[in-house]
């Protein structure tokens, strides 16, 4: 299993504690790429897009509208074999 | 000197923008003379970035402008009467299209001077957003105070688009900003990379209240209340009429802005190429 992870150095917190999954590219069980482009965060007007780190099933932790710090698993993903 | 502390706070840069500058490699600066409409430089804005990541390009810096019209962003999209509030905007003469950057919706047009960063996303990784919006910041701030006005960063309560890294003077919004980090952008040849777009739009000569009730339409029309205050913003026009300074005309301001903004960003971003 390979966490799916906000950056951990994405944004400064100690202003702005916190950013928002702004919307997921696949649906909870689809089969990703590695690379591929899974999800965005919205923090104080950058978007971010947030890539498969490994290929396999995606299993969505946070859902679209779901705030987030940074070093956030989003979700994971069950590698393939 | 127009002094511009109210409303501004420090903002720790992280890695300072010199730093940041060099660790993107190479730049080349585009002035980009086209006046087209928001779509088109939106799209512009991409087709550059897929070049930066692809490798074709070293990291962008364009200085641009446009038509009238309204960019909005993904939120704004999802809004109950979007398609309505679009159409209707259209017909008034402010074409919608969504912006690739994070932020709300924002009034654009011939007195706006736009300046767009893109770097390949590799180069940039690892560094907060905090360091990229000082790195858009800096040459605008120098290009300000070369005409006497002092802008920090800082959020103006009723603007448009308001976030932390507006560039406001005495509490108004002067500079919108915002960036985008796109990923997988090129996927070719063993190479993989994306791009980051910071981009920075600046009011020169901006007709503040007739912008300003664009986007109090907009979202009125899309099914949101949310009310722009025209007193939460300004131009640079404003800022020098306010200083008593009068001789420059709307386009006469808007050129030389232009010129000293290319000085600016090659003395800031030296070496430079030029596209």
Redo the contacts between chains.
Sequence with gaps: MTAVRVPEELWDTRVVPQGVVSSWYYDEGARVEAGAVLAVIMVEKSEYDIEAPAAGRLHIIADANTTVVPGAVIGDIANSQ | MIAGAGGAHP??P?LPPRRLREQAGDWCLFDDQRLDGVQENVARDARLGHAVACGELPAVCRLWHNHQGLIVG??DARLPAFQHAARTLAARGWPVALR????AAVPQGPGVLHLSLIMPRSRV??????A?YHLLGEPLQILLAGVGIVAGFGAVPGAF?D???NLQVAGRKIA?????????VC?RQGR?D?YVLAHAALAVAQDVPVAAAAVTDFYALAGRAQVCDPRAHTSVRDELLRAGVVEYGPDGLINLLRSRMMATVRACFSPVTEL
């Design positions: 903002v720790e992280g993904r939120h690739e950057t994070g932020g990784e690892g560094c907060s957003t905090d990229v688009c976030g932390r890294f919108g900003t915002a960036q985008a980090w796109r990923a997988g996927q993989r994306g």
